[in-house]
């Protein structure tokens, strides 16, 4: 089957602009992650949804940083007003109810200039 | 809170010769860990991971891992390298705040020399 995708798979952006980027998890996996990976680094924690509700946030790094999930199955990750240390590859992974294994998407490489 | 420490950045071995890839965690619960390779611009792919149980698991593409909870660590083994395993390997531990945050190693860059 299908597994996570995510897009765009490369986003290229200014200071100061807004993104979005999304996240379509394996069909009938109800637990959403977002990680962020910077370069040379292991990935970091950043949300996690079970369903449609944020059940931990506390890796948001500041209020920039918003992900909504409102149907339970596609996330979008918003990031305001970015700053060039926003640059990373943006992972999302997915597992089913609470299962304990995350299946990960391929990610998306966002650049801020 | 959990951590994980992985030895070794970067780690070059012979095709053909032993691949050991380093792992100690800290975890204030009995942990769930986890090995991920992640070729180039591609996500993390599972390789093993232990849960409960028999502490010597077994994953793909021959690899296996031992859970030493005296030494608090999963070392990643392989008997034999293969051109196909260079790439970077990352170790994690399952818990955190909703006990459900991957907590990842820095990762060990496996190169494997012709």
């Known amino acids: 089957g299908a597994g996570v995708s995510q897009t765009p798979s490369n986003k290229v952006t200014e200071k100061g602009k807004y993104v979005e980027l999304r996240c379509d998890p394996i069909s009938g996996h109800t637990a959403l992650y977002w990680y962020r990976q910077s370069l040379g680094q292991g990935p970091e924690f950043l949300i996690y949804?079970?369903?449609?509700?944020?059940?931990?946030d506390s890796g948001l790094p500041n209020d920039r940083f918003f992900a909504v999930r409102p149907e339970g199955s596609v996330s979008t990750l918003k990031i305001q007003r970015t700053e060039r240390g926003d640059s990373a590859v943006y992972l999302c992974?997915?597992?089913?109810?609470?299962?304990?294994?995350?299946?990960f998407g391929p990610g998306t490489r966002l650049l801020v200039l | 809170a959990q951590s994980v420490t992985q030895l070794g950045s970067h780690v070059s071995v012979s095709e053909g010769a032993l691949v050991l890839l380093r792992c100690n965690y800290s975890?204030?619960?009995?942990?769930?860990l986890f090995w991920y390779v992640q070729y180039p611009n591609q996500g993390l792919q599972l390789l093993l991971k232990?849960?409960?149980?028999?502490?010597l698991v077994k994953g793909i593409n021959g690899f296996e891992a031992e859970f030493k909870k005296s030494e608090t660590s999963f070392h990643l083994t392989k008997p034999s390298a293969h051109m196909s395993d260079a790439a970077e390997y990352f170790c994690?531990?399952?818990?955190?705040?909703?006990?459900?945050?991957?907590?990842f190693g820095s990762g060990t860059q496996l190169t494997v020399l012709p």
């Open positions: 975890s204030s619960v009995p942990p769930y």
């Open positions: 994690a531990v399952l818990g955190g705040g909703s006990a459900r945050q991957l907590t």
């Open positions: 992974a997915s597992s089913y109810r609470d299962q304990e294994t995350q299946y």
């Open positions: 232990y849960t409960t149980g028999a502490t």
């Open positions: 949804f079970q369903g449609t509700g944020a059940a931990d």
